[in-house]
């Protein structure tokens, strides 16, 4: 089993920036790709971008493409999404998974609570 647990949400002001941290634990983490997904109110959950675990290679969704940086300390078990020129639109839960290098997020297995990102104006 594999837990994921994010961390780092909050409210921060429009163009500004914010760390999201996904720390994982449990069984053969380091074997999964991650990625992140976010959730705003009333909408369908959207890939946001995704970190292969051998290559390190990543691939972002197209909105938040130049604004946003996926990296991760394999010695922590754990994965950073970099959020800069944050947009009132960026506003969502955001959530980690682990699975295999993927934008569908029903590909993935594991799944963290999620954190909340309120963006304002």
């Known amino acids: 089993q594999v837990q994921l647990v994010e961390s780092g949400g909050g409210l921060v002001q429009a163009g500004g920036s914010r760390r999201l941290s996904c720390a994982a634990s449990?069984?053969?983490?380091?074997?999964?790709?991650r990625g992140w997904f976010r959730q705003a109110p009333g909408k369908e959950r959207e890939f946001v971008g995704a970190i292969t675990r051998s290559t390190n290679s990543t691939y972002y969704a197209d909105p938040v493409k130049g604004r946003f940086t996926i990296s991760r300390d394999n010695a922590k078990n754990t994965v950073y999404l970099q959020m800069n020129s944050l947009k009132p639109e960026d506003t969502a839960v955001y959530y980690c998974a682990a699975g295999p290098p993927s934008s569908r997020w029903s590909e993935y297995a594991y799944w963290g609570q999620g954190t909340q990102v309120t963006v304002s104006s």
């Open positions: 449990g069984r053969i983490v380091s074997a999964y790709s």
